[in-house]
């Protein structure tokens, strides 16, 4: 069973528009993260979490606005959607202090149009 | 300009044959090297990691070496099966285990039976 559930899997949505991300993650972990996949780059990081909080930030735009309402779960939302935009967005988690293994999601494709 | 780069960008090799891929990075204060594996449609998961101290890590068909003087490593997979087709990510993060990664754009490997 998939330890970090990311909803939806698959989504489309129009230049201009507003999507949330969702993830949540079951192995006990106090940090989590958001990655992009766009083509042709490398897998990018964006944010990090520890125990709710943001310790890193590397996101040029203020459009993507991680959440975090409950110790296991960082929702990302996305406003103001631009083709662009267009990546899989991996979350994963790792125990801070701990070996620094990170355990990725299995993604949300986003395509805007 | 890429942090962290990977070679060959594809391979394909016989079942039961040597896979080496390789990866240089450019940060002399990065310490923490871990390699991915990617499947279509799931997230990277990771395979072998190796700390700056160390030159060699083995894990089963897997061996890492890492040569600090040239800020190089590489992934070793011995008697490759079909199974092990699949994208291999090499990355690179510095002290402090924030989570951080910084991948290369990946080797995708085919291995043919």
């Known amino acids: 069973d998939p330890k970090i559930i990311q909803k939806p899997k698959y989504l489309v949505a129009v230049t201009g528009s507003e999507k949330i991300l969702i993830c949540e993650q079951y192995?006990?972990?106090?940090?989590m993260y958001w990655y992009r996949q766009s083509a042709k780059k490398p897998l990018e990081f964006m944010f990090s979490y520890s125990y709710q909080k943001l310790m890193d930030n590397q996101t040029a735009s203020s459009r993507f606005q991680p959440q975090s309402s409950k110790k296991n779960h960082l929702d990302l939302q996305i406003t103001a959607l631009k083709p662009d935009d267009s990546a899989t967005y991996f979350c994963?988690?790792?125990?801070?202090?701990?070996?620094?293994?990170?355990?990725f999601g299995e993604g949300s494709k986003l395509t805007v149009l | 300009q890429q942090q962290v780069r990977q070679s060959p960008q594809s391979l394909t090799v016989w079942e039961g044959g040597t896979t080496v891929l390789t990866c240089s990075y450019e940060d002399s204060t990065f310490n923490y090297f871990p390699w991915y594996q990617q499947f279509p449609g799931e997230g990277p998961a990771l395979l072998i990691s190796i700390l700056s101290v160390s030159d060699k890590k083995e894990d089963g068909r897997f061996t890492t070496f890492f040569n600090k003087r040239e800020k190089k490593l590489s992934l070793h997979i011995i008697d490759s099966q079909p199974g092990d087709s699949a994208t291999y990510f090499c990355a690179a993060s510095g002290a402090g285990n924030t989570g951080k990664l910084i991948f290369g754009l990946g080797t995708t490997l085919q291995v043919q039976p």
């Open positions: 994963a988690s790792s125990q801070t202090g701990g070996s620094g293994q990170l355990y």
């Open positions: 192995l006990g972990h106090n940090a």
